[in-house]
């Protein structure tokens, strides 16, 4: 049989054994919660890298186009100050 002194250890764990569980279990909620956020701003900074990485690929290729379109015009450039330096011989020999 139970003494007094035993059966109020028993309660007395039997209450903590309870708070620990109720405790467990909010631990348990918030953890959810917060796995659902770092799961969204997961997904969301995934889609932004993309994003990026998709506007990263457009601009080197504008870069590229740009660059060539330079070089065009840089080559244009050369050509007429050539003939430009022929011209002025050419008016000298005149």
């Known amino acids: 049989m139970m ?3 035993a059966k ?3 309660d007395s764990v039997v209450s903590s054994v309870e708070s620990m569980l109720a405790d467990a279990g909010r631990i348990q909620t918030r953890c959810r919660e ?7 701003a997961a997904l969301e ?4 890298t993309q994003t990026l990485r998709e506007q ?3 601009s080197q290729l504008d870069m590229a186009r740009l660059r060539r379109t330079l ?10 100050e050539a003939r ?6 050419l008016s000298k020999q005149l």
Do not use: G
């Open 71 to 80: 070089d065009e015009l840089l080559d244009t450039k050369h050509a007429y």
């Open 84 to 89: 430009e330096r022929q011209t002025r011989k």
């Open 56 to 58: 990263c690929q457009a």
């Open 45 to 48: 900074l995934h889609e932004e």
């Open 34 to 40: 917060r796995s659902e956020q770092l799961s969204a």
């Open 8 to 10: 109020a250890q028993t």
């Open 3 to 5: 003494t007094e002194m």
